[in-house]
C-alpha cells in the first residue's frame, strides 16, 4: 500500500510540478502515525524537490533569499512541535487554511497588500511543514494571489520544500531514531518515485493538462482537504 500511495504522489507531483508531500503524507497518515508518515517522506521529498528546481535562477535566489532563510526557522519551530504536541490540532488549522484559500478564490477575493506579509507567510510555511509536513496551500495563497506564473510557483514552492525538509532531516538525525530497514525501504521507495514523477511529467506536457493548471491545482487542493478532515475525525 505505501509503494502505491508513493508512486501516486510522484506521478501527481509530476503533473503539477509540486504537492509530492500534500499527498503522500495524508494518505500514509490513514495507515500510520503521522510522524511516522513524515519520517517515511523526508528523503523522498528532498530527492522529487531537488528533481523539480533544476531551472533555479540567481535572481529568484536574490529575490527570495530572506524568504526561504524563514521558511527554514519555520522548519526548526514545526519541527520540534511534531515531537510534543498532537498533529490533529494542526491539521484542523491546515485544513481551515485550505478552506479560506478556496473559498477566496471562488469569491474572486484578492489581496492587493498581501506582498506586506511575505515573510510570514514563509515563516508560517516553514512551520506547517515541521509540523503537518504540508506547506503547498500556504504558499498557493500567497503566490497565486500575487499571480506569479506557473513554471515561479513550481521553482520556489520546489525550492522552499527541499529546505524545510533539509532542516527537518538534520533534527530527525538529532532527535530520532530511525528504523533498521529505513534505507533500504528509501531506496525503493525513490527507485519508484522516479517512475511516478517522469510518467507525470509527460501526462502534465499535455495541453490539455496547460490550459487548465490553475483548476487542477485547486481542485486537487480541495481534494487533499477532503482526505485531512477524515483523518481529523477518525
Known amino acids: 500500500m505505501e509503494i502505491l500511495i508513493f508512486l501516486l504522489a510522484s506521478i501527481i507531483h509530476g503533473i503539477v510540478g509540486f504537492a509530492f508531500a500534500l499527498v503522500a503524507t495524508p494518505l500514509l497518515s490513514l495507515i500510520l502515525p503521522v510522524k511516522s508518515a513524515v519520517l517515511m517522506t523526508i528523503i523522498p ?24 532563510i524563514l521558511i527554514a526557522a519555520g522548519s526548526v519551530s514545526g519541527t520540534f512541535f511534531l515531537f510534543i504536541i498532537n498533529q490533529k490540532i494542526f491539521m484542523f488549522f491546515l485544513v481551515l487554511i485550505i478552506w479560506l484559500f478556496l473559498y477566496l478564490d471562488y469569491n474572486k477575493v484578492t489581496f492587493g497588500n498581501i506582498q506586506k506579509f511575505k515573510n510570514i507567510i514563509a515563516f508560517l510555511s516553514g512551520v506547517s511543514a515541521g509540523i503537518t509536513n504540508v506547506m503547498s496551500p500556504i504558499l498557493l495563497i500567497y503566490f497565486l494571489s500575487v499571480r506569479k506564473s506557473k513554471e515561479e510557483i513550481i521553482i520556489i514552492t520546489n525550492i522552499s520544500f527541499f529546505i524545510a525538509k533539509i532542516v527537518q532531516f538534520v533534527l530527525f538525525l538529532k532527535f530520532t531514531q530511525f528504523p533498521e530497514n529505513y534505507l533500504g525501504v528509501t531506496v525503493i521507495i525513490l527507485f519508484v518515485e522516479i517512475i511516478g514523477f517522469f510518467i507525470g511529467k509527460k501526462i502534465g506536457e499535455k495541453k490539455i493538462i496547460k490550459g487548465n493548471y490553475r483548476f487542477l491545482v485547486k481542485s486537487f487542493v480541495f481534494l487533499i482537504s477532503l482526505i485531512l478532515t477524515a483523518k481529523i475525525i477518525t
Open 45 to 68: 521529498t528532498i530527492f522529487i524537490n531537488m528533481l523539480s528546481s533544476f531551472k533555479v535562477t540567481e535572481k529568484i535566489i536574490r529575490e527570495y533569499f530572506i524568504f526561504f
